[in-house]
């Protein structure tokens, strides 16, 4: 099976190199920025071609690689094309197949979304963890099990999703991913209002963090609950929310409640009775949407100013 890669990012580059890493033909790539495509295809040692009739006439599989907003640009663009029994995937994690190539039945093609699950952050390095991805496919049932075996022969882990599960199920891994960033942004502002600076911080919490993910990973999120919440602790609970302002209040109300509910399968006769009353107080998590969006705007430019990288 012939491979062609259109859109020479970051996506594009790591799943080309990843698959002649493991022998799989790549075509070659293409990109409207040509000094892109010509990196890629050096870096894969594959081919620069110039122009789309080409990659679509020499390829079987056709990655779209392209940002979200394009995929269906390029597919208008191929979809006259000479098309007939060609699989045509993108990687958008929240896409399905049908909203990003409208007609596609109608060209003799297969279309599929073919998303890993796994933060692609390095052009040139990140192909060195997607053996550890799992691909989420969704798409035409009838050669679904093809594409699926191009990851399964790397040895990756693949599941199947419906169409209209594609924009939670991305949320799922936003909230999982790039939510986290939010959340130890918020500790980090902390720690440094108790005199760490941002590297100190970073430094300090890194065994606690990836400690934890390591349980979570291991072990489920019930069995590795432990902290103030967990153990219902209503006077440490209070001490916290009376150390933080209004949005950081309203911040841990609502993951706060989110732990309860762990802890109730966690512990269940255990009395959560109290701490739900704490966090129902208006004192701490009744707040409108102006006051939240004030004291996230305050405390973030008070951290952040004179600190941007």
């Not at 079987?60 to 060609?86: A, C, H, R, Y």
């Not at 602790?233 to 409640?257: A, F, G, I, P, W």
Request: proline share 2%; net charge negative.
């Amino acid at each position: 099976m012939r491979t062609g890669i259109i859109g020479a990012g970051k996506v594009g580059c790591s799943l080309g190199k990843y698959f002649r890493l493991n022998d799989l033909e790549v075509t070659g790539y293409y990109d409207v920025n040509e000094n892109l495509a010509k990196e890629a295809a050096d870096f894969t040692a594959t081919a620069f071609i110039k122009d789309l009739d080409t990659i679509v006439k020499e390829s079987d599989t056709l990655f779209l690689t392209v940002p979200d907003d394009l995929i269906t640009i390029v597919w208008n663009q191929i979809k006259d094309m000479s098309l007939e029994g060609k699989f045509i995937c993108h990687c958008s994690g929240a896409l399905s197949s049908g909203d990003a190539f409208p007609g596609i039945d109608k060209c003799g093609a297969f279309g599929y979304s073919v998303h890993p699950l796994f933060a692609v952050s390095d052009k040139y390095n990140s192909y060195k963890e997607l053996s550890h991805a799992y691909f989420v496919i969704e798409g035409d049932e009838r050669h679904r099990e093809d594409v699926a075996g191009i990851f399964r022969n790397l040895g990756n882990e693949v599941c199947y999703i419906a169409a209209e599960d594609k924009v939670k199920y991305h949320c799922a891994a936003a909230v999982c991913s790039n939510h986290v960033v939010a959340l130890i942004q918020e500790s980090l502002n902390l720690m440094q209002e108790c005199g760490f600076d941002e590297e100190g911080a970073l430094k300090a919490l890194a065994p606690i963090m990836l400690g934890n993910m390591q349980h979570i990973v291991e072990n489920g999120t019930v069995n590795s609950l432990t902290g103030p919440v967990e153990r219902a602790d209503v006077k440490t609970v209070e001490k916290h929310l009376n150390c933080l302002n209004k949005s950081q209040q309203m911040l841990y109300c609502l993951l706060s409640e989110i732990l309860i509910s762990i802890g109730e399968k966690k512990n269940p006769e255990r009395d959560y009775g109290k701490l739900k009353d704490i966090l129902d107080n208006k004192q701490y998590c009744n707040i409108d949407e102006q006051q939240i969006r004030r004291g996230i705007n305050e405390e973030h430019s008070n951290n952040f100013s004179g600190n941007e990288r």
